[in-house]
């Protein structure tokens, strides 16, 4: 099986089309080689001015982080993020604080 790889020719460069030896194509194994991730690398996908909005709204809700229909519909509209994005982000979200509550618990039981 074949892949292409990040070396991607220039949009203008077309020779690879005609000299196929310079072909950007290489064995679908040496392309995951490098594009595997180390297992703590995290790679956000949202640009930071859309998780900023939803990082202060969950901050500013910590008591009750679960979004009201009209705070979904406003949430969405400024971040331009589906309501599934939306919903999934919030559900990671609370999974983490929740995570990062009974660690904290736990090394404290500990000491």
């Avoid at 991730?37 to 008591?63: A, Q, S």
Wanted: net charge positive; aromatic share 10%.
């Amino acid at each position: 099986k074949i892949m292409y790889s990040s070396k991607a020719p220039n949009k203008m460069d077309l020779s690879y089309i005609l000299n196929p030896i310079n072909s950007p194509i290489r064995k679908k194994s040496e392309t995951f080689k490098i594009y595997k991730r180390k297992k703590g690398d995290r790679k956000n996908r949202f640009p930071i001015i859309i998780i900023d909005k939803l990082v202060t709204w969950f901050d500013v809700h910590k008591e009750n982080p679960y979004p009201s229909k009209q705070e979904k519909l406003c949430l969405i509209e400024e971040t331009g993020l589906s309501k599934h994005q939306l919903e999934t982000w919030f559900i990671n979200r609370r999974k983490r604080k929740n995570l990062q509550k009974k660690k904290i618990e736990n090394e404290i039981i500990e000491k």
